[in-house]
């Protein structure tokens, strides 16, 4: 394999993010892949990904194939030239609805259907009306969020800036406005 061909600065970049990806649950030559395809300006072929990464053209198939079936990769072909060439999503926040929506499709989805089809069962046993309990409070959060997640989806990219920037300042609305309404005692926010 060749001499890597990135700066130390995009190297630094895609040595986390490798190992980041393989906390996240992918393997961390896709995150590589990945980071650099992000960093990168111009659309690459596997083999000039290879050549800067230092890692095989079957890894590199690998890896491009899996960023292919979350849609984090654009495939484009250049006239005159029988090689595909790959780039990243280029805006982020397209990245973030990409990544959250595949991540609820792999993750949440199958969650809240074996959380609906247990609830269904009728308990055999004492243990099993207490675990049903219990799994019925869970499928009500995770449904929750997923519909919260649904609401998120449709806001603009700059509502949604808007959102995460307010942080705990959404608490403090809610304590005042439980407060003015009389409602439950709500815990008052940290300053």
């Known amino acids: 394999m060749k001499v890597r061909i990135v700066t130390?600065?995009?190297q630094t970049f895609v040595s986390h993010f490798g190992?980041?990806?393989s906390r996240w649950g992918v393997n961390r030559t896709v995150g590589q892949i990945y980071a650099l395809l992000f960093v990168t300006e111009r659309s690459l072929h596997a083999d000039d990904i290879g050549e800067k990464l230092g890692?095989?053209?079957?890894n590199v198939s690998f890896g491009l194939k899996e960023l292919q079936a979350w849609g984090l990769v654009r495939l484009t072909?250049?006239?005159?030239?029988?090689?595909?060439?790959f780039s990243s999503l280029g805006d982020v926040w397209e990245i973030f609805r990409v990544v959250a929506a595949e991540r609820r499709r792999r993750e949440i989805a199958p969650t809240l259907s074996v959380l609906r089809e247990s609830m269904l069962v009728k308990p055999g046993a004492p243990d099993?009306?207490?675990?049903?309990?219990?799994?019925?409070?869970?499928?009500?959060l995770v449904d929750l969020a997923n519909n919260w997640f649904d609401d998120l989806q449709r806001l603009s990219p700059e509502s949604l800036a808007q959102l995460m920037r307010m942080g705990?300042?959404?608490?403090k609305l809610l304590s005042a406005k439980d407060r003015l309404l009389g409602g439950a005692k709500a815990k008052e926010p940290d300053a």
Do not use: C, H, T, W
Request: net charge neutral; hydrophobic share 30%; aromatic share 8%.
């Open 8 to 10: 130390p600065l995009v």
């Open 19 to 21: 190992e980041m990806g």
């Open 55 to 58: 890692i095989s053209r079957s």
């Open 168 to 171: 705990n300042k959404v608490q």
């Open 77 to 85: 072909r250049v006239p005159g030239d029988r090689r595909e060439y």
């Open 128 to 140: 099993d009306a207490f675990a049903q309990e219990r799994m019925r409070e869970m499928y009500e």
